[in-house]
């Protein structure tokens, strides 16, 4: 049997935002000419133990969140649980949005008062969560807009003592969403079905991630799963759109690409350590992805 210290590690957004004084942060998002995100503004399907809270500006984008299917347009907002399996598409160039990011443990105080106890601390569990959206007709959204709306502008900006007023309004927010029962509990939002299917997802992704360089078989993906291979590609491929082995093809060249980019090993030793037992068929497999011979790509980067 496999080790399962890896498991719901890798698949795990790696980046920090903020600091151990300061955990959270603003950023703003666009997309089109002159930006990172020339065609279209794109987040591959991750998590993270932060919660996001995004305002859209302007266009539309889909959220995929816990394998629902969302349609966000201008005035929009999400929220993005600690945890939520998600992705996020522009549907075209020239969006623009918002997102505010904290780690949820700052809400922790020492005393245990019935702010703590009631409200703060159970969302601090993920016993409760937020709503995945909250759009401009819904009842709460005049109350709430405005402190999202401060809570985005004090973190973009960082004027003085923005880290401070962020908290507070937070903190208001927190608790005109438990007075007017705005909160989920977490075991209502996902059938027993879905969360099984995500807890697979992100076992095999994060194993993919951590193993890519060894021999990964059908079969161990599947042990991986504990599930049969065939049931293993039906659901892999419903929530990809590809089978398992398919992805980890894609992920060992992603990780090829970076390799050609970032040192100075020869094709070959990129193939073996990215996983790939024969350099040729490494090749054929990195023209198909990428339009051209891993030695073209290094030269055009």
Same mark, same amino acid.
Request: proline share 4%.
């Given at each position: %049997?496999?080790?399962?210290?890896y498991?719901?590690?890798?698949?795990?957004?790696?980046?920090?935002?903020?600091?151990?004084?300061?955990? &959270?942060?603003?950023?703003?998002?666009?997309?089109?000419?002159?930006?990172?995100?020339? +065609?279209?503004?794109?987040?591959?399907?991750?998590?993270?133990?932060?919660?996001?809270?995004?305002l859209?500006?302007?266009?539309?984008?889909?959220?995929?969140?816990?394998?629902e299917?969302?349609?966000?347009?201008e005035? @929009?907002?999400?929220?993005? +649980?600690?945890?939520?399996?998600?992705?996020?598409?522009?549907?075209?160039?020239?969006?623009?949005?918002?997102?505010?990011?904290?780690?949820?443990e700052?809400?922790?105080f020492?005393?245990? @008062?019935?702010?703590?106890?009631d409200? !703060?601390?159970?969302?601090?569990?993920?016993?409760?969560?937020?709503?995945?959206?909250?759009?401009?007709?819904?009842?709460?959204?005049?109350?709430?807009?405005?402190?999202? *709306?401060k809570?985005?502008?004090?973190?973009?900006l *960082?004027?003085?003592?923005?880290?401070?007023? $962020?908290k507070?309004?937070?903190?208001?927010? &927190?608790?005109?969403?438990?007075?007017?029962?705005?909160?989920?509990?977490?075991?209502?939002?996902?059938?027993?079905?879905?969360?099984?299917?995500?807890?697979?997802?992100k076992?095999l992704?994060?194993? %993919?991630?951590?193993?890519?360089?060894?021999?990964?078989?059908? @079969?161990?993906?599947?042990?991986?799963?504990?599930?049969?291979? *065939?049931?293993? $590609?039906?659901?892999?491929?419903?929530?990809?759109? &590809?089978?398992? %082995?398919?992805?980890?093809?894609?992920?060992?060249?992603?990780?090829? $690409?970076? &390799?050609?980019r970032?040192?100075?090993?020869s094709?070959?030793?990129?193939?073996?350590?990215?996983?790939?037992?024969?350099v040729?068929?490494?090749?054929?497999?990195?023209k198909?992805?990428?339009?051209?011979?891993?030695?073209?790509?290094?030269? !055009? *980067?």
């Amino acid at each position: %049997m496999y080790n399962k210290t890896y498991l719901d590690t890798s698949l795990k957004e790696h980046a920090t935002h903020g600091t151990k004084k300061h955990p &959270m942060i603003g950023l703003h998002f666009e997309s089109g000419n002159n930006s990172f995100y020339p +065609n279209h503004f794109f987040v591959e399907r991750h998590w993270h133990h932060t919660i996001e809270i995004i305002l859209i500006l302007k266009g539309s984008y889909e959220f995929e969140i816990n394998l629902e299917q969302y349609i966000l347009n201008e005035g @929009d907002i999400a929220f993005l +649980n600690s945890g939520d399996l998600h992705q996020i598409t522009g549907l075209k160039k020239g969006t623009i949005h918002d997102v505010f990011i904290f780690n949820p443990e700052l809400l922790a105080f020492q005393y245990s @008062d019935a702010l703590q106890t009631d409200i !703060l601390q159970p969302f601090i569990n993920h016993d409760n969560i937020f709503p995945h959206v909250l759009h401009p007709n819904d009842a709460l959204y005049p109350v709430l807009y405005p402190r999202i *709306q401060k809570i985005l502008h004090d973190s973009l900006l *960082q004027t003085e003592n923005w880290y401070i007023s $962020c908290k507070l309004q937070l903190l208001e927010l &927190m608790s005109t969403m438990y007075l007017h029962h705005f909160f989920l509990q977490k075991n209502d939002t996902l059938s027993s079905s879905d969360r099984q299917k995500i807890a697979r997802y992100k076992k095999l992704v994060s194993y %993919m991630e951590l193993h890519y360089p060894e021999h990964i078989s059908l @079969d161990n993906l599947a042990e991986i799963a504990e599930c049969n291979s *065939q049931y293993l $590609c039906r659901f892999f491929k419903d929530i990809t759109g &590809m089978p398992p %082995m398919k992805y980890l093809i894609q992920y060992r060249i992603e990780q090829a $690409c970076e &390799m050609l980019r970032d040192t100075t090993k020869s094709v070959l030793e990129i193939s073996l350590d990215c996983g790939f037992e024969n350099v040729s068929y490494f090749i054929r497999k990195f023209k198909e992805l990428k339009g051209s011979t891993p030695q073209k790509y290094r030269q !055009l *980067q």
